[in-house]
C-alpha cells in the first residue's frame, strides 16, 4: 500500500492550491481517506476526511468553508482543494488511512494509521 501526496508549494495569503493523494493497494470504495497538516513546532492534526462508501466528510473548524475535500474512484485518488489559504495553514500536509476505517466518523490515534503519505509542504506567506 503507498499514499502519494503532492502539490504542496509558496502561495500569498489568500491565494489557493489544490492538494493530490494517490493510493494504490487500497480503494476509496473501502477506506476512508484522511488529510493531516503538522506546522513547525505543533502536534499532527487531522484537518480532514472523506468516505466514499459512507458519501461522508469531515473538516475541522480551522479549514471549515475554506477546504474542500473530494475523490476521483477512477484515479484513486483525494484533492483537497485550498482556498483564502492565511500564513496559519503553513505546514507538511500528509495524507493518511487505515485499514478498518471505512468511514470519517471513528477517531483513532495518529500512530494507529497504517498508512501515510510522505508529505508535502506548503507554505503561505507574502
Known amino acids: 500500500v503507498q499514499l502519494q501526496a503532492s502539490g504542496g508549494g509558496l502561495v500569498q495569503p489568500g491565494g489557493s492550491l489544490r492538494l493530490s493523494c494517490v493510493a494504490s493497494?487500497?480503494?476509496?470504495?473501502?477506506?476512508?481517506i484522511n488529510w493531516f497538516r503538522q506546522a513547525p513546532g505543533k502536534e499532527r492534526e487531522r484537518i480532514s476526511c472523506?468516505?466514499?462508501?459512507?458519501?461522508?466528510?469531515y473538516y475541522t473548524g480551522s479549514v471549515k468553508g475554506r477546504f474542500t475535500i473530494s475523490g476521483d474512484r477512477a484515479k484513486n485518488t483525494v484533492y483537497l482543494q485550498m482556498n483564502s489559504l492565511e500564513p496559519e495553514d503553513t505546514a507538511v500536509y500528509y495524507c493518511a488511512a487505515d485499514s478498518s476505517l471505512p468511514t470519517c466518523g471513528i477517531v483513532i490515534a495518529n500512530d494507529e494509521y497504517d498508512y501515510w503519505g510522505q508529505g508535502t509542504l506548503v507554505t503561505v506567506s507574502s
Open positions: 472523506i468516505s466514499i462508501s459512507a458519501d461522508d466528510t
Open positions: 493497494g487500497i480503494t476509496l470504495e473501502s477506506t476512508a
